[in-house]
């Protein structure tokens, strides 16, 4: 019988991070690449005390108390909200995540689907694609500009500020921010960030993104009311998470438009989207891809696995979201 530590990879990943993992452990894999729902993920669990697992797993007290064996989950992301991390202190099992390794290409993507929503991009091309176009027009798919422009930031953390140098320096816009407190000094220079308040972020905005973590306060953050304060010609881009935004009141603000157009990366209740945004026009849909290039990709599957395979080895992890549980 083999006394290495029995893992569960949730979901399907590079076939080098396995091998190294087998490396140190007994590893267990998901090859179908289903989500597997709670029964069966308690079931997988079962004599593990350690497992590699996405934002589509959810940790919470209930599956806990089901695999008391468990000790560390390491998130192959760096949002967490599927995991329940009082509860998982609560049992004594480290919680860990992939910061830093997803930063620039995150904000590439988060600018990116910016640049799309304001020129109109999605909708333009859906156009094309129909053979509609006979004619060219001085005012055909006219979008917003964006050099020049605001760019307003909600949540300034690693990502944010990544965006903000890139508004700033790359595209001369005037940034303004809002945080749960605000940056230094040096840093607001770096980014050319200027901090407001969250109703001056909303009514000053041209474009407005959103790179906040979710929590339960930031539920419905954005929502209709929020849709009322914000310019008419104004763009909202989602790189966050789903359940920031009310995509209901979303959806109707871009049919009425009181809002001129938004880009979504991540959605409420993912992968299901709401069915009203599919039915109108000024919004760019993409499937939760913003850290989506291989480089990225593999560099979070091997954080994961180096935080898994350190606490099991040393009781440290790297980046732990946890940190006050400690090897027994």
């Known amino acids: 019988m083999s006394l290495r530590p029995a893992i569960l990879i949730a979901r399907k990943v590079f076939p080098e991070v396995v091998e190294r993992l ?101 909708e333009s091309e859906h156009f094309l694609r129909a053979g509609q176009w006979n004619r060219w027009a001085l005012d055909m798919f006219a979008g917003a500009e964006v050099h020049g422009s605001t760019l307003g930031i909600l949540g300034m953390g690693r990502i944010g500020q990544a965006i903000a140098r890139r508004g700033a320096h790359g ?15 040096a840093t607001e220079a770096d980014c050319k960030a200027s901090y407001v308040s969250k109703a001056q972020l909303l009514a000053q905005a041209d474009h407005l993104i959103l790179v906040v973590p979710y929590s339960p ?46 880009g979504l990366d991540v959605f409420e209740g993912e992968p299901k989207v709401h069915p009203d945004l599919l039915t109108v026009p000024n919004v760019v849909l993409t499937p939760h891809i913003a850290s989506a290039t291989l480089k990225t990709r593999r560099a979070m599957a091997d954080l994961a696995a180096d935080n898994l395979i350190a606490y099991l080895t040393t009781g440290r992890a790297l980046t732990p979201l946890n940190a006050i549980v400690t090897e027994a």
């Open 171 to 185: 595209f001369g816009m005037n940034v303004i921010y809002h945080n749960r407190s605000r940056l230094d000094a």
């Open 217 to 262: 306060e930031a539920h419905h953050a954005i929502g209709a009311a929020e849709f009322a304060q914000m310019k008419p010609t104004a763009t909202l881009v989602n790189i966050a998470r789903g359940g920031i935004v009310d995509d209901a009141a979303l959806a109707l603000a871009l049919r009425e438009r009181r809002i001129a157009a938004a």
């Open 22 to 122: 087998r490396e140190f452990c007994e590893v267990d894999r998901n090859e179908t690449d289903q989500v597997l729902g709670p029964t069966d993920l308690v079931q997988r669990l079962q004599g593990k005390v350690g497992a590699l697992t996405t934002g589509s797993e959810r940790i919470d007290a209930a599956l806990l108390a089901a695999c008391p064996q468990l000790r560390v989950v390491c998130n192959i992301a760096v949002g967490f909200n599927n995991f329940d991390v009082p509860a998982m202190t609560a049992a004594g099992v480290m919680a860990t995540n992939t910061p830093d390794v997803l930063t620039e290409t995150t904000a590439d993507f988060g600018f990116a689907l910016l640049m799309a929503t304001a020129r109109r991009m999605a």
